[in-house]
């Protein structure tokens, strides 16, 4: 049996990850895999205490340092927990964003050192990286359209464009610095044509993969 893998997605929210996520595990169970889909922090114990206190909105004084901490604690428990044993038996692990995010958001959109924030999550990791990395890329105005009709803007909803920016802007400079492993898919196409290119790269790494 061919070694397990992961496959993550990334891409702003509204891009088009958890549409491209269902229909490669669709075509990969007609093929006779069993993939698995797990989405951070996984449905771990530890993992769902730790999201708690990243989305109580209570938590204004959060450090930008703090936060890149938990996501990495939550990712640390997850891969020992839950994505370590399914590679273990050969299983492909489909990720709904992964340590690319931390990147793009903790380093890109709040400024922390680059170098840290990787180094945390490759420790965090184990330095188990993913085969393939799916960006599915739209603009941030394209998302905003996507997920509502797109209004004037107030001051705070300008401040919140100029921070996904910094992080889409942090996408595309992890496809330089990641070349090998982070393909990018251009989002805007229909959701059908995206999944056949997806596919037909997953099909090129599992032959791959059987050799
Ligand atoms: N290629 C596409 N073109 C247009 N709309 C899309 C496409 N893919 C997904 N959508 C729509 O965009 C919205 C966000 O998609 P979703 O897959 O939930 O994105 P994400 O998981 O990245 O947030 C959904 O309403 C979905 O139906
Ligand atoms: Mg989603």
């Given at each position: 049996m061919?070694?397990?893998?992961?496959?993550?997605?990334?891409?702003t929210?509204?891009?088009?990850?958890?549409?491209q996520?269902?229909?490669?595990?669709?075509?990969?169970?007609?093929?006779?895999?069993?993939?698995?889909?797990?989405r951070?922090?996984?449905?771990?114990?530890i993992?769902?205490?730790?999201?708690?206190?990243?989305?109580?909105?209570?938590?204004?004084?959060m450090?930008?340092l703090?936060?890149?901490l938990?996501?990495?604690?939550?990712?640390?428990?997850?891969?020992e927990?839950?994505?370590?044993?399914?590679?273990?038996?050969?299983?492909?692990?489909?990720?709904?964003?992964?340590?690319?995010?931390s990147?793009?958001?903790?380093?890109?959109?709040?400024?922390?050192?680059?170098?840290?924030?990787?180094?945390?999550?490759?420790?965090?990791?184990?330095?188990?990286?993913?085969?393939?990395?799916?960006?599915?890329?739209?603009t941030?105005?394209?998302?905003?359209?996507?997920?509502?009709?797109?209004?004037?803007?107030?001051?705070?909803?300008?401040?919140?464009?100029?921070?996904?920016?910094?992080v889409?802007?942090?996408?595309?400079k992890?496809?330089?610095?990641?070349?090998?492993?982070?393909?990018?898919?251009?989002?805007?196409?229909?959701a059908?044509?995206?999944?056949?290119?997806?596919?037909?790269?997953?099909?090129?790494?599992?032959?791959?993969?059987?050799?």
């Amino acid at each position: 049996m061919a070694k397990g893998m992961i496959i993550s997605f990334e891409g702003t929210d509204g891009s088009g990850k958890t549409t491209q996520i269902k229909a490669l595990s669709r075509y990969l169970e007609e093929k006779g895999y069993m993939p698995a889909i797990l989405r951070e922090p996984g449905g771990t114990r530890i993992g769902e205490e730790i999201r708690s206190i990243l989305l109580n909105s209570d938590n204004t004084e959060m450090a930008s340092l703090t936060e890149m901490l938990l996501y990495a604690s939550s990712r640390a428990q997850m891969m020992e927990e839950k994505v370590e044993p399914l590679l273990k038996e050969g299983k492909i692990v489909i990720l709904d964003r992964f340590f690319d995010s931390s990147l793009a958001y903790q380093a890109y959109g709040r400024d922390l050192n680059f170098d840290a924030v990787l180094s945390i999550n490759l420790a965090a990791v184990k330095n188990i990286v993913p085969k393939i990395t799916f960006f599915i890329d739209i603009t941030p105005e394209q998302s905003l359209k996507r997920r509502q009709n797109a209004t004037a803007t107030d001051r705070l909803e300008n401040e919140d464009m100029s921070f996904h920016y910094k992080v889409y802007e942090g996408y595309k400079k992890l496809l330089e610095k990641f070349p090998e492993r982070i393909i990018r898919i251009d989002g805007t196409k229909e959701a059908r044509e995206i999944t056949n290119e997806i596919t037909s790269y997953v099909d090129n790494v599992l032959k791959e993969d059987i050799r």
